[in-house]
């Protein structure tokens, strides 16, 4: 099962790109990648998730490298609301499912 | 689409009471249903896994007759949590996959629970 690293904190300027690192270097070739974000108090929301191919929809963008082991989730023109702590998640199998192993995430906070 | 309620938002509970909460799919069906505990400035912990008519499947150091999760419907799970002491206060929140071997969860706003 592949493992996450992220760093724990960033800072972005309010209307910037803030752009969020993670590595899964041990992630398998038939394994996605997902982000979720929680806004403090409140349930995560899913953003986006990838296998190879570089992905985007209304939320932001995600760039998977060419050998997979690290990606970078692209919120192209951040806004205050986008403050949150943001998981890069790899699901694990379990049985008939699988499930998300929540580590501590990176800490963006967009300032003004 | 993909819209996940609970309720209560919040409850407070004597100790020694139990307490119910509802997690719904409002605008799909979930074939699976996902319960997390989160305590202060930590990370989701996940509880207990559950299949639409089949027993939850419980992470090891969770107690399954304690927490007493049923996912009778397609559209709707519950968690009771039985003889609430203070420290069961936290922070529950339920998320909710489409089928079998779906990944994407999509994740109620949770129930914050105080027991006194």
């Known amino acids: 099962d592949a493992k996450t690293t992220q760093p724990p904190s960033m800072d972005c300027a309010e209307g910037r790109a803030a752009n969020l690192p993670c590595n899964h270097s041990t992630i398998s070739g038939n394994e996605y990648v997902y982000w979720y974000r929680q806004i403090h108090s409140q349930g995560p929301q899913y953003i986006i998730h990838?296998?190879?191919?570089?992905e985007t929809n209304e939320m932001a963008s995600l760039i998977i490298t060419e050998d997979r082991k690290s990606s970078t989730l692209i919120l192209p023109h951040a806004t205050l609301r986008d403050t949150a702590v943001y998981y890069c998640?790899?699901?694990?199998?379990?049985?008939?499912?699988?499930?998300?192993?929540w580590g501590l995430g990176t800490s963006l906070a967009v300032n003004p | 689409g993909a819209v996940v309620s609970q309720h209560p938002s919040r409850v407070i509970c004597k100790s020694g009471t139990s307490v119910k909460i509802e997690c719904r799919s409002l605008d799909f069906q979930a074939t699976t249903m996902f319960w997390y505990r989160q305590f202060p400035k930590q990370s989701l912990m996940l509880m207990a896994t559950s299949n639409e008519g089949s027993k939850a499947t419980y992470e090891q150091g969770v107690e399954k007759d304690k927490f007493l999760i049923n996912h009778a419907s397609l559209t709707l799970s519950t968690l009771t949590v039985t003889s609430a002491h203070p420290e069961d206060s936290s922070f529950y929140i339920c998320?909710?996959?489409?089928?079998?071997?779906?990944?994407?969860?999509?994740f109620g706003p949770g129930t914050r629970l105080l027991v006194l």
């Open positions: 990838g296998l190879k191919n570089n």
């Open positions: 998640i790899v699901p694990v199998n379990a049985g008939n499912n699988r499930k998300l192993i």
């Open positions: 998320s909710a996959s489409r089928g079998w071997y779906q990944e994407t969860q999509y």
